[in-house]
Nanobody, 122 residues
């Protein structure tokens, strides 16, 4: 099974940018549909962005569309989430996930890594 480690979170002011990384080990991430999810305090985990294993399709939650971009670097076995124009409501722990397909990603089942904290101040 693939192991995933998220990094790149931090504290940023509203309007700023961050790039999150999801490094894979054990298996090549190019075989998987990849997704980013987030969970804010007291809220359910929610889908943020997904990319098909073929890189043909990308999907975004309406709340981040036009601001976030998911991409992958197969040579580094890493998936990224570029986050621009950040808002305080983007504050959450961000997690990545790898599944055989985008439809399986939508089930939001684990396993989950430790995530990376993103805090956006107003």
């Amino acid at each position: 099974q693939v192991q995933l480690v998220e990094s790149g979170g931090g504290l940023v002011q509203a309007g700023g940018s961050l790039r999150l990384s999801c490094a894979g080990s054990g298996r090549t991430l190019s075989m998987y549909a990849m997704g980013w999810f987030r969970q804010a305090p007291g809220k359910e985990r929610e889908f943020v962005a997904g990319i098909s294993w073929s890189d043909i399709s990308t999907y975004y939650a309406d709340s981040v569309k036009g601001r976030f971009t998911i991409s992958r670097d197969n040579a580094r076995n890493t998936v990224y989430l570029q986050m621009n124009s950040l808002k305080p409501e983007d504050t959450a722990v961000y997690y990545c996930n790898a599944k055989p397909s985008l439809s399986t990603l939508a089930t939001m089942t684990g396993p989950w890594g430790q995530g990376t904290q993103v805090t956006v101040s107003s």
